[in-house]
């Protein structure tokens, strides 16, 4: 499905300058918010950002992977952790789906209510935000699965899959992403007896 704009391949040219990428990526967050995406238009982003279309086109080859990456700008780095516990890797796991703002939250939710009608946001969203965090969930259970401190027999997909199904609903339904306290709460009373493991009680909150 296309985007509704002419769409012009990335080339190689000059080195990128990171202010003006920034501000792009600024501007398209700014024109999601008050147009939606669907009426989010490329003309409009470069004005805003003081720059012309190719400028857009030599960093970013389509509407889709603008707004995608514009989405990414504001949520947290994926990572993998490390932290000697099961808890506490599962704690930073979760937290990722933290939103650190409310605009984080609503241009993810024009992302998200927008992948039911373009299969191309669909396909972009789910391999750039939503598979890496995915997985590195699912990395942490199996390292954990293979230590001996987890049983090899719980539903560890299924379990992996609770916490990126809940935050992705909250953010498109409500537009507010996961806080803190809900973040704890599911590890500890939602992910932690679901893998077979005791929260220990000096461990809660």
Not at 122 to 133: H, M, Q, T, W
Request: glycine share 4%; net charge negative; aromatic share 2%.
């Amino acid at each position: 499905m296309t985007t509704g704009e002419a769409e012009t391949p990335a080339t190689l040219g000059r080195p990128r300058d990171p202010e003006l990428e920034q501000a792009i990526l600024d501007a398209t967050v700014e024109v999601i918010l008050q147009r939606g995406y669907p009426a989010t238009k490329l003309d409009e982003i470069a004005r805003r950002a003081g720059t012309g279309k190719a400028a857009i086109y030599r960093r970013w080859a389509s509407k889709t992977d603008l707004v995608i990456a514009a989405a990414q700008s504001l949520q947290a780095e994926v990572t993998i952790p490390d932290e000697g516990s099961l808890r506490e890797d599962l704690l930073v796991c979760v937290r990722h789906y933290v939103t650190p703002t409310a605009r984080a939250a609503l241009v993810l939710a024009n992302v998200l209510n927008e992948m039911p009608h373009n299969d191309d946001v669909r396909d972009a969203a789910v391999a750039a935000i939503a598979r890496p965090a995915a997985q590195a969930l699912r990395t942490v259970i199996d390292r954990w699965i293979a230590g001996g401190d987890v049983d090899p027999a719980v539903p560890a997909d299924l379990v992996a899959s609770i916490v990126p199904s809940m935050a992705f609903h909250r953010v498109a339904l409500l537009r507010q992403g996961l806080d803190e306290e809900t973040a704890v709460a599911l590890v500890d009373s939602v992910l932690l007896p679901a893998l077979g493991v005791a929260t220990p009680r000096a461990a809660k909150h």
